[in-house]
């Protein structure tokens, strides 16, 4: 593994560079798990907002076997497709299948999708079941997409804007983008960010290359991560393999 700082002063980021994806799920797993006894032995309960997609699997498949007392930490998502769980598109299915197993079966689990037919018309139902989550976050692991969105922070997207204001009071908010496919819901950028452990999970040159062309200029509405980038009250970790 190598660390470096990232130089652009105004929008660092602190890259830790592993051989392969087994060797960054490992790490990955392994700070988040750190994240999550600490706020547990402080606080007597944690949470945790994790990321859908193919990446990540094998980081729940590490994770789930982490030594903690998991009765005590709420596993939610960063955003989800309006999906039922039947579907193959479902994050939280992902989350049921690869993480919420073995010792970490024990965890709470909050899916985001309500069941309402669109996520405008769950979303207050969302906003009231999020409201009973340990706050800040105790971890949220971000990932992001070729175009530079993170959670359902999409170039594009009608609430674009919402989503990513700094100063913003909802915790979650409806999505629709062209490039997302499905209408989603997401967190908003204010919960994620206050999180005690704030980590960007990517893999490949091309998302390499796509976080430091956000990390050297732009908007937040080119290329959405800026906006993690530009807010986090700390240099963004980032866990990165080829």
């Not at 669109?118 to 800040?136: K, M, N």
């Not at 989503?163 to 819901?185: H, N, Q, S």
């Amino acid at each position: 593994m190598t660390t470096s700082s990232h130089p652009t002063p105004a929008l660092p980021f602190a890259l830790a560079a592993y051989d392969d994806p087994a060797a960054l799920a490992r790490a990955l797993a392994a700070h988040v798990a750190e994240a999550l006894r600490a706020r547990v032995a402080s606080d007597g309960s944690a949470s945790l907002a994790v990321s859908g997609g193919r990446t990540p699997t094998r980081f729940f498949e590490t994770l789930s076997g982490a030594p903690l007392d998991w009765s005590r930490i709420t596993v939610t998502l960063v955003d989800e497709r309006w999906v039922p769980e039947t579907s193959d598109r479902s994050n939280a299915a992902l989350v049921r299948r690869h993480l919420l197993k073995g010792p970490a079966a024990a965890a709470r689990f909050l899916p985001l999708f309500t069941g309402a037919p669109t996520p405008e018309e769950g979303l207050a139902e969302a906003e009231a079941a999020v409201a009973a989550l340990r706050a800040p976050f105790a971890a949220v692991v971000l990932g992001m997409g070729d175009d530079g969105h993170t959670a359902s922070f999409f170039p594009g997207a009608q609430a674009l804007a919402a989503a990513i204001d700094p100063a913003g009071t909802a915790r979650l908010i409806a999505v629709r983008a062209e490039a997302a496919g499905e209408p989603r819901i997401t967190f908003t950028l204010p919960p994620l960010i206050s999180a005690d452990l704030l980590l960007l999970h990517i893999e490949g040159a091309t998302k390499r290359a796509v976080l430091e062309r956000a990390a050297a200029g732009g908007n937040g509405a080119d290329l959405p991560i800026r906006a993690v980038l530009a807010n986090a009250p700390r240099p963004l970790d980032v866990l990165w393999c080829p």
